[in-house]
């Protein structure tokens, strides 16, 4: 074989191997960008939408994540929606939906419960909305979470959001 066919030759076969993967693939190379390789990340089991996030998201997110409800809890929880949506919306109907209003209907409705009450926000939560938004403790694990306004009533079940109990944290930004 001339010189010039065997040079022809090893460079071929160094492409070849290059682009059949022998030695890291991008993938590999760039893993470990921030501290963490695929293997070792506690995410790799995740849904392909958190795979395409920021690094760290999910534990920088955890906060705006309700916890796991028990299934008791969540069942108690549900009944419960179902009684407050019923009392929300009479009320609603009667034009009667600022926290003042709203807070000792679910006051009875929650019994020793902790309850909150606040004023309704919307967006960044630096505007406010007519209406009422509200969270219930439902025993252990759970939560009726929701909303009144002049047009619905949101009742929600959900758990507990670690930072803030039954009501969702504020948006970040």
């Known amino acids: 074989m001339p010189p010039r066919t065997r040079t022809a030759a090893a460079a071929t076969a160094v492409a070849f191997l290059a682009l059949t993967g022998c030695g890291p693939s991008s993938d590999e190379v760039f893993s470990n960008l921030n501290g963490t390789s695929p293997s070792s990340s506690p995410d790799t089991a995740t849904p392909d939408a958190q795979r395409d996030a920021p690094p760290n998201y999910a534990d920088d997110n955890r906060a705006r994540r309700a916890g796991e409800m ?11 929606a179902a009684e407050v949506h019923r009392a929300l919306d009479e009320l609603r109907r009667s034009g009667r939906i600022s926290p003042d209003e709203v807070r000792p209907v679910l006051a009875q409705l929650a019994g020793p ?12 939560g630096m505007e406010h909305a007519e209406g009422s938004a509200y969270g219930i403790w439902i025993a252990e694990t759970a939560c009726v979470t929701g909303a009144v306004s002049e047009d619905r009533v949101w009742a929600d079940v959900n758990g507990h959001y670690p930072e803030t109990g039954c009501l969702p944290p504020a948006v970040a930004h």
């Open 70 to 80: 028990s299934p008791q809890d969540e069942k108690r929880a549900r009944q419960k």
């Open 113 to 124: 419960a902790h309850l909150s009450v606040q004023g309704r926000q919307v967006g960044t």
